[in-house]
DNA sequence: CTACTACTTTACGTTAACGTCAACTTAAAG
DNA sequence: CTTTAAGTTGACGTTAACGTAAAGTAGTAG
């Protein structure tokens, strides 16, 4: 039976495609030190680690988060506090993280709460409105 | 006295100011039809209004929109219900954009717990680790 | 072996969102 | 009146995030 590593890896063009990039984003990442996949001769292979990774990627984008500040979040993510000698810096970096994420939650409440309004007085006007039959030319 | 109206003009450099922003940026949202500031001689004077419009495009920039999905929100915002005849396209653009925000909300809170985890197990080190003294050099 | 396919690297192009700067115009101060 | 300050417009520059394409390399099928 074939190792199990084996089934989890990924070409580039397989990674891409089965999160909805391309693999120029992928090369482009990993430029960026985002993502570091291993090499069968000359040919990039991404592992179920990698896939993760770039899922946790695609999530910050779309909260609307710039690459950079993706990639510290992946470095918060996976520091092994035990050992960085800087925790007391990783505590900080955290809670600055955490303050701006439920600011940018209360952007998105009000904005809901717009659009719902929108939304009620709309769909009552749909309703209260006769049904108009426009004579076709 | 004189007329409430001007007391809440702007010019450019008062609104760009209190916004935090820049006078190019007004310049820049004026281009994109965002805001439509008036004219005294060739300056722009921008009234609450204009000051309104603003705070909200700042806010959705804060969400992470581009400035076109800002400026189709605004329009919805400002649009008269009782009167457009598509009455339907914008319910169905309400309800597309509310899908789009809970989405990022939830993207935002996985986010969040995450984030508290590693709070939560960096803080725990640092409680039980001894404070280390440094001699000074 | 050759031809084809699927990768690679390198490099320039594009878009979005302004920043920066030169040159000009107008209002206000002296 | 002149000078200064504060706007204006036009245009190029910058950054971020890729897209596109040319040229090269390696693996695979015939």
Known sequence: MSANIKESLYTATELATSL???SRTLRFYETK???QPKRVGNRRVYNYKDRARMQLILRGKRIGFPLDDIKEFLDLYDSDADRTPQIQLLVNKVENRIKQL????QDIETTLDELREIH?????TLKNKPKIRWSST
Do not use: D, M, Y
Request: net charge negative.
């Open 120 to 124: 009620s007085i709309a769909s009552e």
């Open 102 to 105: 439920t600011e940018q939650q």
């Open 33 to 35: 030190h985002l993502i």
């Open 20 to 22: 909805g990039v391309t």
